[in-house]
């Protein structure tokens, strides 16, 4: 489409309208940002971006992210006037209503438009980072002609503003994503009011500094926004382009003003602001000619995808490549399997970090598709294996990732990489620091990614580094989390189905708590216990009056308190528990012949009891409520009471024996 001013810039009045008219309905949402960012997305969309309506998910797509979210209107009103099937004008109307696919910030899940869910700022940018990351891996497996899109972000001066973008642009920049490219809608405000109220920093300068190009543009010329984004698509670094807007462009009383950040215009600025537009249609009501040439642009898209199309059919590996892109497992499990049958033959003593290597080893010998990593604790998180050669400039096709000391950027390319689709993400760091990417991890349940992270050192048990490395709320807090599978597995055999569960999981994110220390086998045979997210592992030989109930490391000690119990003539069960989600899945008989009422339960496991109540009821709860110790693992086990010496005469107390 040409850059003729007298066409494109109703096409932009229609997003203006558009997203006044519905945050007006709502009486809540946010006009400032798509109403400033409507021009720079209209040349955008009929210059640069690749997509097409009629197939929203084609894998080789560009990725439009909006990473500021909270401008949710800019993405649906370019949806519908695109010609996508949904959202409707009448979803539109229906903008932040209960059941509306448009919700007040943008959902993967509601939108086949929608790349990825933003709204928690900078983690838009950061995902795409991570697709970015997916575009270049599978350009260098299967080639440019059957991968080779641009991955754009709209971003504003919160999502620059965070952390994570420190971590996202460091990352992007060492790693020359040049398919990157970043629409800064720098419009010098955020809700408190003008930018240099918080900030003086150089943001251009910045980005330079970290591998990128820069480049400016006047946010409402529509000649020099395109130069830019043709500046920006032509280098082989990742682009930046600061667009100067004016927020609310368009509201003639309010625009420049954070007071159109966040609330509505109201009637009498809406009405001044058709006058100022020229825009004389009713409220959600589109001129036929400007919907004609925003869904001609839409319709253009077709042709770039049948010729992919016809390429993909054509090309030995297009099956592969689908196969990815469904997101389905590959149909020989056979490693896995004999993996499986040689730890029942010979099971070994490891720390569950080292039994997750020793599973890697066969997984990403067997699954292309795996890409792995860590932040900066490869040889302490035990993610990397022969098959994954490091990822670089040098080499793309590279499936470990050293992201470097950037847990939170990490795990936001990581959910990036999922939605992208065509890999599977795992990434390491110690568990205490999943704080530090607990909201992408959050991002991860919310958009039913298919992300493991592998959190090593899941306890005091690791020893001398002491309280500040030492997990203690961290495997509870992310069990909190809804739609995330937390694996705490207590050898080998569970650390091995705990991998193959968290793969056969494509909406869901999984967590795996693993030790530092060695632990014993405690299981002997490999028929998938773990599915059921906790199984008996040992039954009573003398009547029950207990069940022990632990998981990872403390299976060991519950068997070890079981024993001496036993000797004592007090019978007792053993329950190891891996994953709280998946028993809670499990029906009720199930759950309660595992946990029968009427029997003391007693729960151990080394971080906070808060919780356990649910399974033992007014059963004991063994844990540790306090922060840990600098000390070595075992001294730090009978310090804080998990040792069979130290429980054992509790339950014998609460048993009156
Ligand atoms: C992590 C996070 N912190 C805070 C918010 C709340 N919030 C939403 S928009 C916004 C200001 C963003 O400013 P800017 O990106 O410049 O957007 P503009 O006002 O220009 O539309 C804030 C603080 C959020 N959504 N995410
Ligand atoms: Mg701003």
């Known amino acids: 489409m040409s850059l003729d001013h007298t066409r494109l810039a109703p096409m932009a009045n229609a997003i203006r309208a558009l997203s006044m008219d519905a945050v007006q309905a709502a009486n809540s949402g946010h006009p400032g940002m798509p109403m400033g960012m409507a021009d720079v997305a209209t040349v955008l969309f009929s210059q640069a971006l690749k997509f097409d309506p009629a197939a929203p998910k084609w894998p080789d797509r560009d990725r439009f992210v909006l990473s500021a979210g909270h401008g949710s209107m800019l993405i649906y009103a370019l949806l519908y006037l695109t010609g996508y099937d ?6 539109i109307r229906n903008f932040r209503q209960l059941h509306s696919p448009c919700a007040g910030h943008p959902e993967n899940f509601e939108l086949a438009g929608i790349e990825c869910t933003t709204g928690p700022l900078g983690q838009g940018l950061a995902m795409a980072v991570g697709m970015a990351i997916a575009e270049r891996h599978l350009n260098a497996g299967f080639g440019g002609d059957l991968v080779d899109h641009k991955t754009w972000v709209v971003a504003g001066d919160g999502c620059l503003m965070e952390g994570i973008n420190h971590e996202a642009v460091g990352l992007a920049g060492t790693l020359q994503l040049g398919g990157l490219n970043v629409l800064w809608d720098d419009n010098n405000i955020t809700i408190d009011g003008d930018t240099s109220l918080s900030t003086c920093e150089d943001v ?10 820069t480049v400016s543009c006047d946010g409402h010329n529509y000649a020099d926004i395109s130069r830019a984004l043709a500046e920006a ?3 082989p670094r990742p682009s930046l382009v600061a667009c100067k807007t004016v927020i609310g462009k368009g509201a003639p009383n309010k625009q420049g003003s954070h007071s159109v ?3 509505p215009l109201g009637a009498d600025e809406i009405a001044a602001a058709r006058e100022f537009l020229g825009w004389t249609s009713a409220p959600f009501e589109v001129p036929a000619d400007i919907m004609a040439d925003w869904r001609s642009l839409g319709a253009k898209g077709a042709t770039a995808r049948a010729a992919w199309e016809a390429r993909l059919a054509a090309d030995p590996q297009g099956p592969e490549l689908s196969r990815r892109m469904a997101g389905a497992l590959p149909a020989d499990e056979s490693a896995t399997h004999d993996y499986l049958a040689s730890l029942v033959a010979g099971p070994p003593k490891v720390a569950t970090r080292k039994a997750s290597e020793m599973a890697l080893e066969a997984l990403t010998a067997s699954i292309p598709e795996l890409v792995g990593g860590s932040a900066d604790l490869t040889g302490s998180n035990l993610t990397k294996t022969k098959a994954t050669t490091p990822f670089s400039v040098a080499d793309y ?15 936001a390319a990581m959910n990036g990489m999922a939605l992208h689709g065509g890999v599977i993400p795992y990434g390491g760091t110690f568990l205490v620091f999943a704080d530090y990417c607990r909201n992408a991890i959050r991002m991860s349940a919310i958009q039913r990614t298919r992300v493991v992270y592998v959190l090593t050192h899941d306890s005091i048990g690791l020893g001398e580094d002491g309280p500040t490395h030492q997990p203690i709320e961290h495997v509870m807090s992310l069990r909190a989390i809804p739609n995330l599978l937390v694996f705490r597995p207590a050898d080998a055999i569970e650390t091995a189905e705990s991998w193959m569960l968290a793969l056969k999981e494509p909406n869901r994110p999984s967590v795996l708590a693993l030790s530092r220390q060695n632990l014993p086998p405690v299981r002997f045979e490999a028929e998938m216990k773990t599915a059921q997210g906790a199984y008996r592992l040992k039954s009573a030989d003398a009547a029950r009056q207990v069940v022990l109930v632990a998981s990872g490391s403390e299976v060991e000690i519950a068997l070890g308190s079981a024993a001496a119990l036993e000797a004592a003539g007090i019978g007792a069960d053993v329950v190891s528990m891996p994953c709280w989600e998946l028993f809670d899945e499990q029906d009720g008989a199930y759950r309660a012949e595992l946990l029968p009422a009427g029997v003391l339960k007693v729960s151990i496991e080394a971080g906070v009891t808060l919780g356990w109540q649910k399974y033992i009821g007014d059963g004991l709860a063994i844990g540790i409520d306090r922060f840990g ?3 070595p693992a075992d001294q730090l086990y009978d310090y804080f009471g998990l040792t069979a010496d130290k429980i054992v005469p509790q339950i014998k107390a609460r048993l009156g024996q």
């Open 233 to 235: 698509a032509a280098d």
């Open 204 to 213: 251009l300068a910045r980005y330079r500094a970290s591998g990128w190009h």
């Open 629 to 631: 110790a600098s000390a």
């Open 261 to 263: 950040h966040g609330a």
């Open 86 to 91: 949904a959202p409707t004008i009448e979803d």
């Open 397 to 411: 096709g590279g499936r470990h990732i050293h992201y470097g000391i950037r847990e939170f950027g990490m795990a």
